[in-house]
């Protein structure tokens, strides 16, 4: 109705409401959380807020450019074309993909996911051949009977179980799906509340340990934490957690052992500045 004069918005806002403007202002085309600028697609998408056909006859876009590199990317978003499109299923885990399809009722068989996967732009993208075999997809079912996230009756009819809807609703992968729901049910018998601590800090370690889940870019902080004499108290502090996970990678295990510590000791009130001291 026109009753705003101004809104500051994340890049969410700008790019998934009907949301019709006069001016769009970009103050920061960078998220800083992940040291990565916004794609041409993403530009193109928010300033398209501005002169909205219906709304107003043109529209403005005002880049503020903080750097001389920063001015040469915001030219590109002028001039350059959009990316191109890939599907989101390049790389995606083929048991994932099939719980889900599943799990939603877009597939009830064999033969049905089959189809599913013939109708995707993944395999439009193809220029022979199907995305996934037969034999892959035979494969994927046994594993996700394996794993108890399905059932197949003897007309190959599929039904999802309990435990394949929650761990599909989550994204896990499903061997991710089977392992919480194993170790927190042996966690769960042997809880009470003089072990609380230890029982929570089980689950902090399961959490950050499993190959979806656990940090993959912190070995600055890993470093710090050796420098700091820290990696033996970790260690001692999560003695026996993680007697689930294979001793093989020490790096990997160091690193879901000490993102856990983190996360525990800010459970527990530490400060952020605290925390920082530990890297």
């Given at each position: 109705?026109?009753?705003?004069?101004?809104?500051?918005?994340?890049?969410?806002?700008?790019?998934?409401?009907?949301?019709?403007?006069?001016?769009?202002?970009?103050?920061?085309?960078c998220r800083t959380w992940l040291n990565q600028y916004i794609s041409n697609s993403e530009y193109l998408n928010m300033a398209g807020r501005a002169g909205r056909r219906g709304f107003q006859e043109n529209g403005r876009s005002i880049l503020v450019a903080k750097s001389g590199m920063e001015h040469e990317r915001f030219l590109r978003y002028l001039s350059g074309a959009p990316e191109k499109v890939n599907s989101a299923l390049h790389g995606m885990n083929l048991d994932r993909v099939c719980l889900q399809a599943l799990s939603a009722g877009i597939a009830t068989t064999k033969?049905?996911?089959?189809?599913?996967?013939?109708?995707?732009?993944?395999?439009?993208?193809?220029?022979?051949?199907?995305?996934?075999?037969?034999?892959?997809?035979?494969?994927?079912?046994?594993?996700?009977?394996?794993?108890?996230?399905?059932?197949?009756?003897?007309?190959?009819?599929?039904?999802?179980?309990?435990?394949?809807?929650?761990?599909?609703?989550?994204?896990?992968?499903?061997?991710?799906?089977?392992?919480?729901?194993?170790?927190?049910?042996?966690?769960?018998?042997?809880?009470?509340?003089?072990?609380?601590?230890?029982?929570?800090?089980?689950?902090?370690?399961?959490?950050?340990?499993?190959?979806?889940?656990?940090?993959?870019?912190?070995?600055?902080?890993?470093?710090?934490?050796?420098?700091?004499?820290?990696?033996?108290?970790?260690?001692?502090?999560?003695?026996?957690?993680?007697?689930?996970?294979?001793?093989?990678?020490?790096?990997?295990?160091?690193?879901?052992?000490?993102?856990?510590?983190?996360?525990?000791?800010?459970?527990?009130?530490?400060?952020?500045?605290?925390?920082?001291?530990?890297?």
């Amino acid at each position: 109705n026109g009753e705003l004069d101004l809104l500051y918005a994340t890049s969410t806002l700008s790019a998934g409401v009907n949301l019709p403007v006069k001016t769009v202002i970009f103050d920061n085309c960078c998220r800083t959380w992940l040291n990565q600028y916004i794609s041409n697609s993403e530009y193109l998408n928010m300033a398209g807020r501005a002169g909205r056909r219906g709304f107003q006859e043109n529209g403005r876009s005002i880049l503020v450019a903080k750097s001389g590199m920063e001015h040469e990317r915001f030219l590109r978003y002028l001039s350059g074309a959009p990316e191109k499109v890939n599907s989101a299923l390049h790389g995606m885990n083929l048991d994932r993909v099939c719980l889900q399809a599943l799990s939603a009722g877009i597939a009830t068989t064999k033969a049905e996911i089959e189809a599913f996967f013939n109708a995707t732009f993944h395999q439009f993208e193809q220029s022979s051949g199907a995305i996934f075999s037969s034999q892959e997809v035979s494969d994927s079912l046994t594993n996700l009977v394996e794993l108890k996230m399905i059932t197949v009756n003897k007309k190959g009819k599929v039904a999802v179980t309990e435990l394949g809807k929650r761990t599909a609703g989550t994204g896990v992968l499903p061997a991710t799906g089977k392992l919480f729901s194993d170790q927190l049910g042996e966690m769960g018998k042997l809880f009470d509340w003089q072990t609380k601590d230890a029982y929570e800090r089980r689950v902090l370690a399961l959490l950050v340990s499993v190959p979806d889940v656990s940090p993959q870019h912190d070995d600055f902080a890993l470093l710090f934490a050796d420098k700091a004499g820290l990696s033996s108290q970790v260690e001692q502090d999560f003695d026996g957690h993680l007697d689930y996970i294979s001793e093989d990678g020490f790096d990997a295990r160091a690193r879901s052992l000490f993102s856990a510590e983190v996360v525990w000791r800010y459970i527990q009130g530490e400060s952020f500045g605290d925390l920082a001291k530990m890297g």
